[in-house]
């Protein structure tokens, strides 16, 4: 008797969404840095979360395709989903054309529509988009290749939508990102303290680049002299890195600026952190005063914890954003070289922000309704059933500096360093049988170049942490 499926239950639609991972995947950091699961910026999974919890509703099924853009598996995700959504931030850049022209070879091979929510092109702050001439071509297809199989693409902001029109297309839609839609058309934000003492407890964050050529270094040391309770939070996976592993091996560890390097004083008090997870960063904000600086999604997810915070603007992609949103901000440029956070807390003013809130979220809304996309604030329990199954998960907390020097902290880290070694040789054992079967089979000396890859490889996840373990415990 064949299964069939009654005409009034409705078919779940499935949504293949571009992201590190779930927001239900619980990984360990070790784990996480591993697999780099936040796409070298923890920033990445604020919106991607976001957009799984909005596209999910009782007829919608998202499912995370752990970044990765195979363009091999493109028969498979035309058989199995209804849907590719492409969350994207600085996506015109030309550090991403590589990936951005494996990402349209994916596209035009989809029948499915393809919708990109939030995408930006990445230049100064005076907008000037001359950086980003060679690498026209590689946009132009990206777009046309979305546009065949969506109503519109969406833009971060003004800068980004002004830059596609210059281009010649039409179907340019102006959406923001969906990180600050992660509670819908609510948004609180509000300043619980009249105003920043020495006792206010006050996040500050930056990239290396904000750090080492536009004077965030000088702000960061000012702050950290006033106020005894501040934070620096970072979002790279070399941060990460150095916080767990105290591994300096990206050029990044050349930055000895950056309170992520262990030279850096705020390292060695325990006063930075790095998230892998939204959910643990968004409730740890919650407690703190005031958040600042440089990096737009380590702000966005303190405004989503209902805490103030002011973006200090280095670059096209934080400001139209920031124009976008009316989050209050500053041009890191044009600061004062005695700026206090007292001061960037006293003059930001969160009325337009909260009270243009909804009007965006419609808009948005309207977007993903345009592109034949449900949303869970419209179409299902507002993200009800979202937030209760996170709640039920164990996120590992924030990743703290590698300060200890006790057996117990030098001993977790090596005990996951003998499992992955554990694993590899399982690996390895496994190839050396196919080889001998494939040898058997050819009946002719084969050469042992898969044996010999799974070596390096063994050298490369174990190599750095285990140098850096054993030298931490040297210490």
């Known amino acids: ?23 239900y995947d619980v990984v360990s950091v070790e784990d996480a840095l591993q697999r780099d699961v936040i796409a070298t910026n923890s920033g990445n999974l604020i919106f991607s979360d976001a957009a799984h919890k909005i596209l999910e509703t009782p007829h919608t099924e998202v499912v995370s395709n752990g970044i990765r853009t195979d363009v091999a598996a493109a028969g498979r ?70 546009l065949d199989r969506s109503a519109s693409i969406g833009v971060r902001g003004e800068f980004t939508e002004r830059y596609l029109r210059d281009l010649g297309f039409r179907d340019v839609e102006v959406i923001g990102c969906p990180s600050l839609f992660l509670y819908g058309k609510e948004l609180a934000v509000q300043k619980r303290e009249q105003e920043l003492t020495s006792a206010s407890r006050i996040a500050v964050n930056g990239s290396h680049n904000a750090v080492r050529k536009q004077g965030l270094d000088a702000i960061i040391r000012r702050a950290h002299a006033r106020y005894p309770h501040l934070r620096f939070i970072g979002q790279n996976l070399s941060d990460a890195r150095q916080l767990h592993w105290r591994d300096l091996s990206d050029p990044n560890g050349q930055v000895t600026q950056m309170p992520t390097h262990p030279d850096h004083p705020m390292y060695r008090e325990g006063k930075v952190r790095v998230y892998i997870d939204p959910a643990t960063w968004i409730d740890d ?146 190839l050396r049988r196919e080889l001998a079967r494939a040898k058997a089979a050819a009946k002719a000396p084969a050469s042992t170049p898969v044996t010999s890859a799974v070596y390096r490889k063994a050298r490369r996840v174990v190599g750095r942490p285990l140098r850096r373990a054993l030298q931490a415990g040297r210490q």
């Open 1 to 23: 008797m064949l299964n069939c499926v009654p005409h009034n239950v409705r078919r779940v639609k499935r949504i293949l969404l571009r992201s590190g991972k779930s927001p």
């Open 77 to 146: 995700i035309n058989e199995e989903y209804d849907a590719f959504v492409v969350p994207l931030a600085n996506a015109f850049r030309p550090s991403f054309e590589p990936q951005l022209k494996r990402l349209t070879r994916l596209i035009r091979k989809l029948r499915i529509p393809v919708v990109v929510l939030g995408v930006g092109a990445q230049a100064g702050v005076s907008y000037n988009a001359a950086r980003l001439k060679p690498m026209e071509p590689a946009v132009r297809d990206f777009v046309s290749a979305v």
């Open 285 to 430: 904000l919650r407690g703190f005063d005031f958040s600042f600086g440089s990096r737009i999604h380590g702000n966005i997810a303190a405004l989503l914890a209902g805490t103030p915070a002011t973006v200090l603007c280095g670059d096209s992609r934080t400001l139209e954003l920031c124009r976008y949103f009316e989050i209050p901000h500053r041009l890191l440029e044009k600061l004062p070289e005695d700026l206090d956070a007292a001061r960037l807390y006293e003059e930001a003013d969160f009325s337009a922000l909260t009270g243009n809130h909804q009007t965006r979220f419609e808009r948005f809304t309207a977007f993903l309704d345009r592109n034949g996309l449900e949303n869970t604030f419209t179409h299902g329990d507002g993200g009800a059933a979202f937030e209760e199954r996170m709640r039920s998960l164990a996120f590992p907390p924030g990743i703290r500096p590698w300060n200890d020097t006790d057996l117990a902290s030098l001993g977790a880290r090596m005990g996951w360093l003998n499992s992955r070694v554990t694993e590899l040789s399982a690996d390895n054992d496994r």
